[in-house]
């Protein structure tokens, strides 16, 4: 049986198993079945937020409360239904998320974390001090859901709306991280310098992720709201914000079904907990929190996957990778491709570039000019300030002083985003893939830019067609580059020298005009660098330009029509490969030390 066939029976069994729920279990049960509903909804938000994008955050509770206050204050106060209340629960929750985000988001390091502890302790206390929310004692008295006549008061009727809800979330959310927005929120823990190279904005997709987690918190809120029809500031305290994210971690940070995994056993463990403890001891409720914080460092000491990984690791069920492969692709129409410069036309002017890092100049005053269709080198021995040199143009760094101008125009101040989606895409020097997601998935953000379906358009999975064109791009580079069939592999899994191939892929997809290459060859074996020889090649005919840094000196020479010398940070020498060995200057600074 497939890994695929298994997963749908998987699925297929839990569908079932929840359904009869309501009719073999008491009210009890059901409430809590209902509890462990609710809180997967915020836990699945928090998967994708905090557990695959890396936000940390702990003040989600404060989004169920805000969206459960405000239906609620809807429809005490105005006698609005609940079903009005729902579009101005998510509303309020989705903007505030946007400030809160806005202002907080571009934190960076532990200071992010330590803002969401911020706000999850203020937006309680404002519950409890504003009057017209009933201060500590909340609102009572909230209008239950109701189905025409049909009132949903007891929590067997409940059931199946917080359930078919939780379906319809994590189905949003699976499809949303199978999409081209998916990809990127996939590679958020990669850092900005590795999205704005492929013409992403970190900031713009943490914020997305952070405001839809929110939604998701949202509907929980609203829920809890009317069926509990009691809401008070207590159940959106910063420690319930804890415990949601303890859920996560105890399901497995990255995985869809860890956040149902999650909220089913620290749900259940704390229920048995608050029945046997009493029974044991007057201290229960000490106690539970120390067996809860115990249970947390021990799963982080040997269970950081959650309770699932740990439990296929034991049945030693190997995990799908996360993009199913189609055996058999209709064809596509492919991507649209920018239109190249013709060849010899200006393409790249650098003047008088310099950078310091504080007392050290990298790059001294450096210029250079680079014409459509050429292939150029750029060499120089270790520290001699090439990949220093590349970051510059590809605005990766800012320039201390001097001027570079791409295709006609200055990129001096303009961003790394802008710089690639202009046309100049590159690889890294230290190879930045997510080594979890598959080649193809790797390859497929290269492609980024290439397409336009948002969050929303992804989660409701009406961005089919765009996505079968980027694969279907994704394919083709990954063919380029000889790895046909490996598609599905996790990059992470390949030998360096591939993945540096796998990054030439990525860049390809980005249908380049300008190809930079920090050391492609590097770690290559010799049918591999005159396989990636033939390739560039090609590529030259086929009218990209190309500069590259290499150290494998037989390598570059053979391959490019003219180098650039350079030599702790100033440029030594600039003409054809030839000149270059019989250059003195040079064969002293670099040749020298390689013969
Ligand atoms: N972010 C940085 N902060 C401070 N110094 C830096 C930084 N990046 C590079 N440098 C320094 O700038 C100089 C040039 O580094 P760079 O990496 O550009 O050289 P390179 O020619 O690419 O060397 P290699 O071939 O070894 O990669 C080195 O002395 C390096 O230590």
């Given at each position: 049986?497939?890994?695929l066939?298994?997963?749908?029976?998987?699925?297929?069994?839990?569908?079932?198993?929840?359904?009869?729920?309501?009719?073999?279990?008491?009210?009890?049960?059901?409430?809590?079945?209902?509890?462990?509903?609710?809180?997967?909804?915020?836990?699945?938000?928090l998967?994708?937020?905090?557990?695959?994008?890396?936000?940390?955050?702990?003040g989600?509770?404060?989004?169920?409360?805000?969206?459960?206050?405000?239906?609620a204050?809807?429809?005490?106060?105005?006698?609005?239904?609940?079903?009005?209340?729902l579009p101005?629960?998510?509303?309020?929750?989705?903007?505030?998320?946007?400030?809160i985000?806005?202002?907080?988001?571009?934190?960076?390091?532990?200071?992010?974390?330590?803002?969401?502890?911020?706000?999850?302790?203020?937006?309680p206390?404002?519950f409890?001090?504003?009057?017209?929310?009933?201060?500590?004692?909340?609102?009572?008295?909230?209008?239950?859901?109701?189905?025409?006549?049909?009132?949903?008061?007891?929590?067997?009727?409940?059931?199946y709306?917080?359930?078919?809800?939780?379906?319809?979330?994590?189905?949003?959310?699976?499809h949303?991280?199978?999409?081209?927005?998916?990809?990127a929120?996939?590679?958020?823990?990669?850092?900005?310098?590795?999205?704005?190279?492929?013409?992403?904005?970190?900031?713009?997709?943490?914020?997305?992720?952070?405001?839809?987690?929110?939604?998701?918190?949202?509907?929980a809120?609203?829920?809890?709201?009317?069926?509990?029809?009691?809401?008070?500031?207590?159940?959106?305290?910063?420690?319930?914000?804890?415990?949601?994210?303890?859920?996560?971690?105890?399901?497995?940070?990255?995985?869809?079904?860890?956040?149902?995994?999650?909220?089913?056993?620290?749900?259940?463990?704390?229920?048995?907990?608050?029945?046997?403890?009493?029974?044991?001891?007057r201290?229960?409720?000490?106690?539970?929190?120390?067996?809860?914080s115990?249970?947390?460092?021990l799963?982080?000491?040997?269970?950081r996957?959650?309770?699932?990984?740990?439990?296929?690791?034991?049945?030693?069920?190997?995990?799908?990778?996360?993009?199913q492969?189609?055996?058999?692709?209709?064809?596509?129409?492919?991507?649209?491709?920018?239109?190249l410069?013709?060849?010899?036309?200006?393409?790249?002017?650098v003047?008088a570039?310099?950078?310091r890092?504080?007392?050290?100049?990298?790059?001294?005053e450096?210029?250079?000019?680079?014409?459509?269709?050429?292939?150029?080198?750029?060499?120089?021995?270790?520290?001699?300030g090439?990949?220093?040199?590349?970051?510059l143009?590809?605005?990766?760094?800012?320039?201390?002083?001097?001027?570079?101008?791409?295709?006609?125009?200055?990129?001096?101040?303009?961003?790394?985003?802008?710089?690639?989606l202009?046309g100049?895409?590159r690889?890294?020097?230290?190879?930045?893939?997510?080594?979890?997601?598959?080649?193809?998935?790797?390859?497929?953000?290269?492609?980024?830019a290439?397409?336009?379906?948002?969050?929303?358009?992804a989660?409701f999975?009406l961005?089919?067609?765009?996505?079968?064109?980027?694969?279907a791009?994704a394919?083709?580079?990954?063919?380029?580059?000889g790895?046909?069939?490996q598609?599905?592999?996790?990059?992470?899994?390949?030998?360096?020298?591939t993945?540096?191939?796998?990054e030439?892929?990525?860049?390809?997809?980005?249908d380049?005009?300008?190809?930079?290459?920090?050391?492609?060859?590097?770690?290559?074996?010799?049918?591999?660098?005159?396989?990636?020889?033939?390739?560039?090649?090609?590529?030259?005919?086929?009218g990209v330009?190309?500069?590259?840094?290499?150290?494998?000196?037989?390598?570059?020479?053979?391959?490019?029509?003219?180098?650039?010398v350079?030599?702790f940070?100033?440029?030594?020498?600039?003409?054809?490969?030839?000149?270059?060995?019989?250059?003195?200057?040079?064969?002293?600074?670099?040749?020298?030390?390689?013969?």
């Amino acid at each position: 049986m497939s890994s695929l066939t298994s997963q749908r029976l998987g699925i297929l069994a839990v569908v079932a198993g929840l359904a009869i729920v309501p009719w073999v279990f008491g009210s009890f049960t059901v409430s809590l079945f209902n509890d462990i509903g609710m809180a997967a909804l915020v836990v699945l938000g928090l998967v994708l937020l905090s557990g695959v994008a890396g936000v940390i955050s702990f003040g989600h509770a404060a989004f169920v409360g805000i969206a459960a206050y405000a239906s609620a204050w809807l429809s005490t106060e105005y006698a609005i239904s609940p079903w009005f209340g729902l579009p101005f629960a998510l509303g309020v929750t989705a903007l505030s998320a946007l400030v809160i985000g806005a202002l907080t988001l571009r934190l960076g390091g532990h200071y992010l974390p330590l803002s969401t502890i911020a706000w999850g302790l203020v937006v309680p206390l404002l519950f409890g001090n504003m009057a017209m929310l009933g201060r500590h004692s909340g609102i009572s008295d909230i209008a239950p859901l109701s189905l025409g006549d049909w009132q949903l008061m007891t929590a067997e009727s409940a059931f199946y709306i917080i359930w078919i809800l939780v379906g319809l979330v994590a189905t949003f959310c699976y499809h949303l991280l199978n999409s081209r927005m998916g990809r990127a929120v996939r590679a958020v823990r990669g850092g900005n310098v590795l999205l704005a190279s492929f013409g992403a904005n970190i900031f713009h997709v943490r914020l997305m992720l952070f405001v839809l987690s929110a939604v998701f918190a949202a509907l929980a809120g609203w829920l809890y709201a009317h069926t509990n029809r009691f809401v008070s500031p207590a159940p959106f305290s910063l420690h319930v914000s804890i415990d949601y994210m303890f859920m996560m971690v105890v399901g497995g940070m990255t995985q869809l079904t860890g956040a149902l995994a999650g909220a089913t056993i620290v749900i259940a463990v704390k229920n048995v907990l608050q029945d046997l403890l009493p029974l044991v001891s007057r201290h229960a409720a000490q106690i539970q929190a120390v067996a809860f914080s115990t249970l947390f460092i021990l799963l982080l000491h040997h269970a950081r996957g959650g309770i699932l990984s740990l439990a296929s690791k034991m049945a030693r069920v190997k995990t799908p990778a996360p993009t199913q492969m189609h055996d058999a692709e209709p064809p596509v129409e492919p991507l649209p491709r920018r239109s190249l410069p013709d060849k010899g036309q200006p393409l790249l002017s650098v003047e008088a570039a310099t950078k310091r890092f504080k007392g050290l100049v990298a790059v001294n005053e450096v210029s250079f000019h680079v014409k459509s269709g050429e292939m150029v080198g750029l060499i120089g021995p270790n520290g001699a300030g090439k990949s220093t040199m590349f970051n510059l143009m590809t605005g990766t760094l800012q320039l201390s002083s001097g001027r570079t101008e791409f295709m006609g125009e200055n990129i001096t101040r303009r961003s790394q985003r802008d710089i690639a989606l202009m046309g100049m895409a590159r690889t890294f020097q230290h190879v930045k893939l997510r080594p979890q997601m598959s080649v193809l998935d790797n390859v497929a953000l290269g492609a980024h830019a290439r397409g336009q379906c948002g969050m929303l358009r992804a989660g409701f999975n009406l961005d089919t067609e765009e996505e079968r064109r980027i694969h279907a791009e994704a394919r083709r580079q990954i063919a380029r580059i000889g790895l046909e069939g490996q598609e599905m592999e996790a990059a992470g899994n390949m030998p360096l020298g591939t993945q540096r191939l796998i990054e030439i892929a990525r860049a390809l997809a980005a249908d380049p005009v300008l190809l930079i290459l920090d050391e492609p060859a590097a770690g290559l074996r010799k049918a591999e660098k005159q396989a990636l020889a033939d390739l560039l090649s090609r590529l030259r005919k086929e009218g990209v330009t190309i500069m590259i840094v290499e150290h494998d000196m037989d390598f570059v020479m053979k391959l490019v029509d003219r180098l650039i010398v350079m030599n702790f940070g100033t440029k030594l020498f600039e003409g054809d490969p030839q000149a270059a060995r019989a250059d003195l200057g040079v064969r002293e600074a670099y040749l020298g030390h390689a013969a």
